[in-house]
């Protein structure tokens, strides 16, 4: 089968696609990817989601936003380079707000996009796993246990979007033995920091991050949420690492005196710090960690959590994922696979639900 899986995620930067060509032998799924591509929002959508992310945008806007979100994925869909016909299109959607155990809303019509491309639409992965208790998230996990254990390695799979989470792999683990979970920002507040001083949309390779030093009252503030203690399962985003936070944060540490570089260190060493305390305390075996999503490319932020590593105890190897950038796309086509195969999608042990279900709707084209 041939799936598109279609992920936006918390950053907001782009509409990214894999193409996937999925199949199984015997108990084994086989997920190759076909083609990737980048897209960005059109302009009113993105306009549109900021607002709704920071809670000033009007009911009749809260309800275009789901049929934008169609259109443009629709247009990614249509401008596609890889041809072959696609059995399925799987979107995650844009989340507006994340409320474990109660709710969770991913903004995108399911239906008006399958109507718009006459192809099948997995969609709404959330909404079962959270009826029976669950976080809804960490969702990748199940696609890191088909794809990334290894025989005699224990791994960590770490994505590092505008949040970061981990996917604790033990050698030949089968998925019951895998635990997963969010530990915090990934480069939200990087990303909050850099706008706020140099007026930029992230930190190419962590350079100016690396040019400045932490402001010890600023990290201390910035770590001392009770979130990072919280025993898993646990999930986070937006409404608790927000953008009005960070903002607040900035204000209250930088000083005109001070250079401006210390406020991009010293959220990168939250990140930093958050990822490798996590993985001290859950994961102190871990020889190997793949590292995907954006962050990966954040060369400091890599850097830092390698030495936070040493300094605990932990001696792992730091390496990007091949598909650093694609993965959690392919991760969505590889569960809409599962949802048309009526494969459950959660791990239970990782959600917190109360058993595996199958995960979404399908709109049939
Ligand atoms: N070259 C780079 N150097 C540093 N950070 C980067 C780079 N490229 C992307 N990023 C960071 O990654 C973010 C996007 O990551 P992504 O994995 O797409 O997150 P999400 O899933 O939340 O959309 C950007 O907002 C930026 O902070
Ligand atoms: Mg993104």
Redesign the pocket.
């Known amino acids: 089968m041939v799936i598109a899986g279609i992920?936006?995620?918390?950053?907001?930067?782009?509409i990214?696609m894999a193409i996937c060509e999925i199949s199984n032998k015997g108990d084994r799924h086989m997920v190759s990817l076909c083609s990737f591509e980048t897209r960005p929002f059109s302009d009113d959508t993105r306009e549109l989601i900021m607002r709704a992310l920071a809670g000033s945008a009007s009911m009749e806007e809260l309800c275009d936003l789901p049929f934008f979100l169609a259109r443009d994925y629709a247009a990614v869909v249509r401008e596609r380079s890889f041809s072959e016909p696609l059995s399925g299109v799987a979107i995650h959607g844009q989340t507006l707000w994340h409320h474990p155990p109660v709710s969770t809303w991913q903004a995108a019509s399911g239906p008006a996009l399958a109507a718009l491309l006459s192809i099948p639409v997995i969609h709404d992965f959330r909404s079962a796993d959270i009826a029976l208790g669950g976080q809804g998230a960490p969702l990748v996990p199940v696609f890191d246990a088909a794809t990334l254990v290894h025989p005699t390695v224990d791994r960590v799979a770490l994505?590092?979007?505008?949040?970061a989470n981990i996917t604790i792999l033990p050698r030949n683990a089968s998925t019951v033995d895998v635990w997963a979970f969010d530990t915090g920002p990934?480069?939200v507040w990087?990303?909050a920091g850099i706008r706020s001083t140099f007026g930029k949309?992230?930190?190419?390779?962590?350079h100016i991050g690396r040019a400045g030093r932490v402001i010890p009252p600023m990290f201390q503030e910035c770590t001392s949420f009770p979130y990072y203690n919280q025993d898993p399962p646990k999930s986070t985003g937006r409404e608790l690492f927000s953008e009005s936070e960070a903002r607040r944060l900035i204000t209250k540490y930088s000083h005109p005196s001070s250079p401006l570089e210390d406020v991009v260190t010293t959220m990168t060493e939250v990140t930093a710090w958050s990822v490798a305390d996590h993985i001290k305390r859950y994961a102190p075996t871990t020889t190997e960690i793949l590292v995907s999503?954006?962050?990966s490319?954040?060369s400091y932020l890599l850097e830092r959590i390698g030495v936070l590593l040493r300094e605990a105890g932990v001696e792992a190897t730091i390496v990007v994922h091949e598909h650093w950038?694609a993965k959690?796309a392919m991760a969505f086509a590889y569960l809409g696979w599962r949802t048309i195969n009526g494969l459950p999608g959660n791990l239970p042990r990782v959600t917190g639900a109360s058993r595996a279900v199958v995960l979404g709707s399908i709109a049939k084209a």
């Open positions: 992920m936006t995620g918390t950053s907001v930067d782009a990214d994505n590092v979007g505008g949040m990934g480069n990087i990303d949309r992230y930190d190419t390779d962590g999503g954006g962050g490319q954040n950038n959690e």
